[in-house]
């Protein structure tokens, strides 16, 4: 019975999930508020009884829920997405996480929080929720202004803000204590990224060229089967390395969006994503007792209010100090105030380990509540809340920013023109990655050794031989990089001396680089080497492995030189042009005065505008506006002409005046009572031309019968003659036998028309089956 239990379960889960998730849609809410509500409802708390009786299985259903859930965030956040974002909106986004962390700090003092708790209650502030800012965003057409760009491109950033402090935070919880201190946070951050890089690498590598192979060997199936493993494998390898599971489902995303299979995968996991994250959202509301949260709502209402102003400030904080301007830094902050998903994650990780409070749970859905109803009217009202912010600043402000944005603006000029960082700005970033790449492949070094040592049932000296050897590879191209750094620092730092001076000076300086670099290396492999015994079987492997490496040292530059043009062109072939809030080109340009705006819908299954042309539609003329593009399974039309039709999850781009572009939202989101295709029903028939049949004796071009019967004569038999796919000149004989394809319905009144005869007058017109062809090509027509 344990089993009818759990689908018992499910069922209650997702019929609760559904009712709610569409009722508060309906009231321009985010459907994870409705999820929410639906655990509280069904849960234990509620009285008079608990409609979920096997917490245990839905919480591992929760689990897979999560799993699913980081992945979708990660298919939307992408390296090059990352790239594109620029490091100015990263440094942004840091700036805000920290003035928040300092502000709750503050918060924490007056209200007597520990640090642990402190901690857990700045980062669920300091991380917004981009699935409802990027819905709200939609709901109001704001998606594609500049504001609206730079709050979905802070909510991206901070998914990764979130990941980051799940890691801290899991590194605080395993430590026990009340806060990480500086060395053990750079210790964690330091795996953490050493982690990350070493796993995308090899994913980069991997992921892609496993993908190709399955389009083209497997079917869809089979793809759904290997990318469901790869997703799982990667979130439990994450787990065991003493991360979470949420950081490895969201890597395996981050490296299936460089693919150009993103979007075939994303829509093949589509429905059990939103099955599963649904389960973990109600999994999170049946945990929460529903009279703390009523005897707590002062709490949450002041602590609401106090996100809602550190939030804004924050973030406009962080903009401005970019060089972004005053107005568009404040509209964003308006925008990106709300907080979801992860800051529930966050708060579920604090009350299991014990570290806060229970109440930070129900404390965290309040939070999401109010901020979820808040963000549609702050995103709608951002420009008159803007202008009024800015008209309330103090004169001694105003001047203080301007001077700072003009100084941001001349060191910007001076980076620009600067040689020596054009120069040397790729190296810099191949050692980084190379560093941390190692550093992973040795913190993973034990693992990988129970796994192949038992897999291969081999000595463990060959494993590490083996191992060493692989990290003198990208270690010898840091230093080769750095020997080039090395003399790069030493010829910009001596020029403009006296010959003499400038030789002496230029080989010390050189000398001095590589010492500092060659430090600085062999401490930061030291630190992740393996710790006991194994330290020692390093250097007794490293020998063997300098002797095979010093042997095949061309071959394995040349290994080096392959992996690094692969992951190149892993990178540059995922660079297609996508529709997105942060990277349509030509939105995000001031147009407020032509009373224009661009927002983007998606064309439904059952959409009664599917198969017809843009010029059919009317669009301009009924509503004044105007399609400017068309993604269509991940691929962009730009500028898409009047015979361009759409279909079915079409993602259409609009340009127009707000008012009128409801209304056509609305045209192109009607849908049909039925569904219209008969894909499956089209079959081959043969019928027969009678003796006297009104077909007889006519050509096919005159017939017509894909224009006006809805049907394609695929053969003609003529006695011991076949003729395959006839052409237009072929004329039909009493006899005949006719292979027709189309649907039941079409073939049936084919059927019926050719078998029709001719009135003895030799009339043609009259008869049943004539109306019926009129019929059709009037329909046609």
């Not at 997702?14 to 639906?38: D, E, K, N, P």
């Not at 806060?356 to 979820?372: D, E, H, K």
């Not at 003329?621 to 730009?638: D, H, K, L, P, Y």
């Not at 849908?671 to 006519?698: K, Q, Y």
């Amino acid at each position: 019975m344990h089993e009818a239990a759990f689908i018992q379960d499910l069922a209650v889960i997702l019929a609760a999930a559904a009712g709610l998730g569409w009722l508060c849609q309906r009231i321009g809410l985010s459907a994870v508020v409705g999820y929410l509500v639906a655990g509280m409802v069904v849960g234990p708390y509620t009285p008079p009884f608990s409609l979920v009786t096997d917490d245990a299985s839905i919480a591992t259903a929760a689990e897979v829920g999560l799993v699913f859930l980081m992945f979708s965030i990660g298919l939307r956040l992408s390296f090059r997405r990352l790239q594109r974002l620029g490091l100015g909106l990263v440094l942004a986004v840091f700036i805000g996480a920290v003035l928040v962390y300092y502000a709750t700090r503050g918060l924490g003092l007056v209200a007597g929080l520990d640090g642990g708790q402190t901690l857990f209650l700045a980062a669920m502030l300091m991380v917004s929720s981009s699935a409802i800012i990027s819905k709200v965003l939609h709901e109001t057409g704001a998606g594609h202004e500049r504001h609206g760009q730079l709050a979905m491109g802070v909510a991206v950033l901070e998914d990764v803000v979130a990941v980051v402090m799940l890691t801290v935070l899991n590194s605080v919880v395993a430590l026990g204590e009340g806060g990480a201190g500086g060395g053990g946070l750079a210790a964690t951050l330091g795996g953490f990224g050493a982690f990350v890089v070493f796993a995308g690498v090899l994913g980069l590598l991997l992921v892609p060229w496993l993908l190709r192979v399955l389009s083209v060997k497997a079917d869809e199936e089979l793809q759904t089967l290997a990318t469901a493993a790869l997703l799982f494998g990667l979130a439990i390898i994450a787990q065991r390395a003493g991360y979470s599971l949420a950081l490895g489902a969201f890597l395996i995303g981050c490296i299936v969006a460089e693919t150009p299979h993103r979007h075939s995968v994303e829509r093949i996991f589509e429905g059990m994503r939103d099955v599963f994250s649904a389960v973990f959202f109600v999994a999170i509301g049946l945990q929460i007792d529903v009279h703390a949260l009523g005897e707590a709502w002062w709490l949450v209402l002041g602590l609401a209010l106090f996100t809602l102003i550190v939030r804004v400030g924050a973030v406009s904080t962080g903009l401005v100090l970019i060089g972004r301007s005053h107005r568009d830094a404040l509209r964003a902050g308006l925008v990106a105030t709300p907080i979801g998903e992860f800051s529930f994650i966050i708060a579920q990780l604090g009350v299991a380990a014990k570290m806060v409070p229970t109440v930070f749970y129900p404390l965290a859905v309040g939070l999401s509540l109010v901020t979820s109803l808040t963000a549609p009217f702050l995103t709608r009202k951002a420009e008159p809340l803007a202008e009024g912010l800015l008209r309330v600043r103090p004169r001694w402000l105003v001047g203080m920013l301007e001077s700072y944005q003009g100084w941001l603006e001349r060191l910007g000029e001076k980076q620009a023109g600067s040689m020596l960082w054009k120069l040397s700005r790729r190296r810099v970033i191949q050692i980084v990655v190379e560093l941390l790449f190692v550093a992973g492949l040795l913190a993973s070094a034990e693992q990988l050794q129970l796994l192949i040592t038992r897999w291969l049932n081999g000595p463990g000296w060959f494993f590490w031989t083996a191992l060493v050897a692989v990290a003198l590879v990208p270690l010898f191209a840091v230093w080769r990089n750095v020997s080039v750094l090395a003399l790069m620092v030493a010829e910009f730092s001596t020029q403009g001396m006296v010959a003499d001076v400038r030789d002496r000076l230029r080989g010390l300086i050189a000398l001095g680089v590589r010492i500092v670099a060659t430090v600085a290396m062999v401490t930061w492999v030291a630190s992740f080497a393996p710790a006991g015994a194994l330290r020692w079987a390093l250097p007794a492997s490293a020998l063997v492995a300098l002797a095979a490496f010093v042997w095949l040292r061309q071959r394995m530059i040349y290994w080096h030189s392959e992996l690094e043009v692969g992951l190149q062109d892993v990178l540059s072939e995922a660079g297609t042009v996508r529709m997105s809030s942060t990277s349509v080109p030509w939105a995000g340009r001031q147009h407020e005065e032509w009373n224009l705006s661009v927002a983007d819908c998606v064309i439904p299954d059952l959409a009664e505008c599917s198969g017809r042309s843009l010029a059919q539609l009317g669009l301009r003329a009924r509503f004044g506006c105007t399609v400017v593009g068309v993604e269509r399974q991940g691929c962009m039309i730009s500028l898409p002409g009047s015979s361009e039709s759409l279909f079915p999850r079409d993602k259409v781009l609009l340009l127009g005046d707000p008012e009128h572009m409801v209304a056509a939202k609305a045209a192109l989101g009607a849908v049909a009572a039925t569904e219209t295709s008969e894909f499956d029903a089209v079959g081959l028939e043969t019928i027969l031309v009678p003796a006297g049949s009104r077909a007889a004796g006519s050509t096919l071009a005159a017939l017509a019968p894909s224009a006006v019967h809805g049907v394609q004569l695929a053969g003609i038999g003529r006695g011991h003659l076949r003729i395959l796919n006839p052409g237009p000149g072929e004329r039909l004989q009493p006899g005949d036998k006719l292979l027709a394809l189309g649907t039941p319905v079409k073939l049936r009144a084919f059927r019926a028309w050719v078998r029709d005869l001719l009135p003895a007058d030799g009339s043609t017109s009259g008869g049943d089956g004539d109306n019926w062809a009129d019929g059709e090509v009037n329909g046609v027509a």
